[in-house]
């Protein structure tokens, strides 16, 4: 029972660490909706032009010379996630978790505890991935609903920045800043294509908003019906989400099953190692199970990678 006396300290450890880190990002995300709320509430108050007091901006904030090509990632990654923080802030997040982690790491297993401690460091950039995604995939979601609202704007004979500011108004976030900020721009006298031009770069990985970025510009040099084009193209991406839908219904359990065996062997190994700590110790003492540890880990990796595909499906 002693090697279990000397786990308890790692598991005390890591239990209070992963508490830390559910609790600031539970409160994070608390404080981040009700910014949105109130940015919500004021716009609707005030109208689209309160909708960012820095219409002219090229972009998130500017990075530092020395970061580079990351700075410039950086910058595109936080403005697709609509967040306020800068690129110097996220790599000294990362610093300070990183840091953190090597420290933490070393003092309870040695060496190799501080190497994947210094993974920690990639928090940060992992978060701020997961919230341009989501992000992406919120604007994605009401924009059928903003392009209706559009199209009858059109239908009752306003002017397509008109519309625009219209959807500005009565769209939620984030789709709502995105057409506030390209109606200001465009009322104040910039170009219209600068304008969808910006809206394509801050969006860029959304699909669906190139299209429709698309669509106004071709119109606008070919001619032709732009009401009914948005709507056929609200009708389109409606009925895409719908399939999806179905689609995420139908693999839920492919993908519940792949998370379970995913998680499996390591659920299995950590309970052996509180119980029995030596049990599994030939497994990294010995050539042949360094080996076995090494085939094991390629074949999950494999086994979750089958798995995501076969949960997959692609619409014609």
Request: aromatic share 6%; hydrophobic share 50%; with cysteine.
């Amino acid at each position: 029972m002693a090697g279990v006396g000397n786990l308890v300290p790692i598991a005390v450890v890591v239990v209070v660490f992963c508490g830390m880190m559910l609790s600031v990002t539970l409160l994070g995300g608390a404080l981040r909706k009700r910014r949105d709320a109130q940015r919500d509430h004021l716009r609707r108050r005030l109208g689209a032009g309160a909708v960012d007091p820095q219409l002219f901006r090229s972009g998130a904030a500017v990075p530092s010379p020395w970061l580079g090509q990351v700075g410039g990632w950086l910058s595109r990654e936080i403005e697709q996630a609509g967040s306020g923080t800068t690129p110097n802030r996220v790599l000294l997040q990362s610093a300070a978790l990183a840091l953190v982690g090597t420290v933490a790491g070393g003092w309870v297993a040695g060496p190799t505890g501080g190497a994947l401690g210094l993974a920690l460091g990639l928090v940060p950039l992992v978060l701020l991935k997961f919230a341009a995604s989501e992000r992406s995939a919120l604007i994605t979601e009401q924009l059928p609903d903003g392009l209706d609202l559009i199209v009858r704007g059109l239908r009752a004979g306003h002017a397509f920045s008109d519309s625009l500011r219209t959807g500005a108004r009565e769209l939620p976030l984030p789709l709502g800043e995105e057409l506030g900020r390209v109606s200001e721009q465009h009322r104040l006298g910039r170009d219209l294509r600068e304008c969808m031009g910006e809206l394509i770069r801050r969006n860029e990985s959304n699909f669906d908003m190139r299209l429709f970025v698309s669509s106004v510009l071709l119109q606008r040099e070919a001619g032709g019906n732009l009401v009914e084009i948005l709507d056929n193209l609200a009708t389109t991406i409606r009925e895409r989400l719908l399939f999806q839908g179905k689609v995420d219904a139908l693999t839920a359990e492919v993908r519940f099953s792949a998370a379970v065996l995913a998680a499996l062997p390591f659920v299995v190994g950590g309970a052996l190692l509180l119980l029995r700590p030596g049990y599994l110790s030939p497994l990294w003492q010995s050539e042949l199970g360094r080996f076995l540890l090494v085939v094991g880990f390629g074949s999950l990796l494999v086994g979750a990678i089958v798995m995501r595909i076969l949960s997959q499906v692609e619409d014609a």
